[in-house]
């Protein structure tokens, strides 16, 4: 069964190949079947590969050779996938999770005229992402890594119509190199450190690199995650990234891209478990990530900004497990906020469906009534996120807090902090969107629906999850078996061992979900009880909430340090080697010829006397040179 491995990106690819040559020849609902279906046939052999794995436990990493990519004297690259239980895990979640959101589209895509163009991309993209969790070296992870950022770029800026969204795409894209640089050179220096690239070979040499060389390996890697990741400095491109259609934000923000860094990371464990200066960085940019953003969050009205600063915060708590050393951890909260994040997205996406676009809090409210469905599987994808048991986050969530509590009591406040903020701003989006009452246009009040099944069926498979998915990892204080835990037992070298006594454990979580409960009564109380709506006019906001409200100036900053001196560089570089040295060139080149040609053109005066004059001293010029020789 293992050896069927090669098929998971095969349907993919064949679905873009078949929607990219012929989907404007077929009708709509050939062309997103065609891409569905296809998922689905990549997910039904990831489940297979699964179990098969899962049946012979005894042997938990199978390396399946393909072909001879890269062969050279110094340089040998086999092109070759590897099957263990954390990429085995990840293709479940892609495929899973994609081939839902491929069902979503159908009806959320249904009347746009880039239909087929549409699937062709995201095909393109789970194949992309496919291939960066089964590669089995660094290089073919990075072809992986490579993809799904052109495919971001494709999607981002799908209605390129748009000029606000092709600026989009265009961030997106160069944040994302700058990372990408990062990992290159972190590829680099493993191959000359260890003469090989290929996962099975490094990890198992690795002790032999010194630990200055093991903490640069670690800390380049990382600057690639943080540019994929979205973390802190380089998170910026992710929330502009709304500006795709609704699907793809969520693909992009549950089972792809920024969970790309997640999973390269804990493939690498081996470097950081040797590495505690890396590991610490990791841990701190992981959770001044996770506050800043929900900063961000608390006062965005845009319902998919929203959102989008949440995934960023999400993700920060993430990479705060990673640093503290609970890698299986982080890889089951990347799973259970596959669940609910797919969910809130999508679910977003059915209320902008309803609204005719509108993606403005401050003029929605009252859509439960006219989005029952709608309003419950959302309602359990805030109540998931926000960590209350017995939904899924709140187990994926805590499991994290308590390892960081173990690492550091400070890391572990702020994040907790970064939880609590969490929990307010997702009951602010629910409040201000479902309850009170109606604040659109009578137009849009009279179009109010809900959405079709390829919509809301998607929306109840992902809400179903969202409630049971924490089964994945129950505490094993509980009695129970951490299921997560011990499946990737086998990938994580150092592992991190339980110190906490059952008090502690028990008085963490119940802190996490009296502070949960606390803030979402506060909510309750401003957005409810009080009725406080957010600012109809931005320019009115003033101090604190004036500065969260912008995002801290974060883009302006960097337009400010990075964006204009560039400009300002180009303007010179344009002024003194374009105009000055190049055309110089050009123009004196013109000049030279010109001129010659205007002394030379007096050679032909029209009198025939004065050429046979030319030629009989041309004639006597060669024969006298002639007899001299």
């Known amino acids: 069964m293992i050896k069927l491995v090669a098929l998971i990106p095969l349907f993919p690819l064949l679905g873009f190949i078949i929607n990219g040559f012929f989907g404007k020849k077929i009708s709509k609902n050939v062309s997103g079947w065609i891409a569905s279906l296809a998922v689905l046939a990549s997910f039904i052999v990831s489940l297979l590969i699964f179990i098969d794995l899962e049946e012979h436990k005894e042997m938990t990493s199978h390396i399946v050779p393909l072909f001879s990519w890269i062969n050279s004297d110094t340089l040998k690259i086999p092109f070759e996938f590897l099957v263990d239980p954390l990429s085995s895990w990840f293709l479940l979640i892609i495929t899973g999770i994609g081939f839902l959101i491929h069902i979503y589209s159908i009806g959320y895509m249904h009347d746009d005229e880039g239909f087929s163009r549409f699937f062709t991309y995201l095909n393109l993209f789970v194949f992309f992402m496919l291939l960066l969790v089964l590669g089995n070296n660094y ?93 802190l400095p380089l998170y910026t491109w992710l929330p502009d990234a709304m500006a795709g259609p609704t699907p793809v934000s969520a693909l992009i923000h549950a089972a792809t891209m920024v969970t790309a860094g997640i999973y390269m990371i804990v493939r690498s464990n081996v470097f950081y478990s040797m590495s505690e200066d890396a590991s610490h960085i990791v841990a701190v940019v992981g959770v001044a990530t996770a506050l800043f953003a929900a900063t961000i969050g608390l006062f965005q009205n845009d319902i998919k900004k929203v959102l989008a600063y949440s995934t960023v915060s999400q993700l920060g708590l993430m990479f705060l497990g990673l640093g503290v050393g609970a890698y299986s951890s982080s890889v089951f909260h990347v799973t259970t906020h596959a669940f609910f994040k797919a969910l809130l997205f999508l679910g977003a996406g059915s209320v902008i469906h309803a609204m005719g676009g509108e993606q403005d809090m401050r003029k929605m409210g009252g859509l439960k009534k006219a989005l029952p469905i709608t309003f419950v599987t959302m309602l359990i994808g805030t109540i998931a996120i926000s960590g209350i048991p017995p939904f ?83 505490p094993e204080f509980w009695g129970a078996t951490n299921w997560m835990h011990h499946h990737l037992d086998s990938i994580i070298v150092q592992k991190n061992p339980s110190i906490l006594n059952h008090t502690k454990e028990w008085t963490l979580m119940a802190i996490a979900v009296l502070s949960a409960g606390a803030t979402i009564f506060f909510a309750y109380m401003v957005y409810m009880k009080n009725q406080i709506l957010p600012e109809a006019n931005d320019a009115k906001l003033t101090g604190i909430k004036k500065l969260i409200y912008n995002k801290y100036y974060v883009d302006e900053l960097y337009d400010f340090i990075i964006r204009k001196p560039l400009d300002g560089i180009s303007v010179v570089f344009y002024k003194f080697m374009d105009l000055q040295v190049v055309d110089g060139i050009v123009n004196g080149v013109g000049s030279a010829v010109t001129g010659i040609s205007f002394v030379v053109r007096k050679a032909q005066t029209g009198h025939i006397g004065l050429y046979i004059f030319g030629m009989v001293v041309g004639i006597i010029t060669i024969l006298f040179f002639t007899f001299i020789k």
């Open 392 to 474: 899924s986050g709140f187990f994926s969530k805590d499991e994290i807090l308590a390892h960081t509590y173990e690492h550091s009591p400070t890391l572990w406040f702020f994040g907790q902090l970064a939880s609590m903020l969490t929990a307010f701003y997702m009951f602010r989006l629910l409040y201000l969107t479902f309850y009170r009452k109606f604040r659109g246009t009578h137009e849009q009040e009279h179009h109010l629906h809900e959405s079709p099944k390829t919509m809301t069926i998607p929306l109840i498979v992902l809400a179903i999850l969202s409630v049971v998915g924490g089964v994945l990892g129950l």
């Open 139 to 231: 290089l073919i992870m990075f072809v992986g890594w490579e993809g799904v950022g052109l495919c971001s770029y494709l999607l981002i800026g799908f209605w390129f119509k748009n000029t606000a969204y092709n600026n989009a795409a265009k961030k997106a894209f160069i944040m994302n190199r700058v990372g990408d640089l990062g990992f290159l050179l972190g590829i680099i220096l493993i191959f000359v450190t260890f003469g090989s690239i290929s996962f099975d070979k490094v990890f198992t040499i690795a002790s032999s690199g010194s630990e200055a060389t093991v903490t640069a390996i670690a800390l380049l890697l990382f600057i690639g995650a943080m540019g994929k990741s979205a973390q």
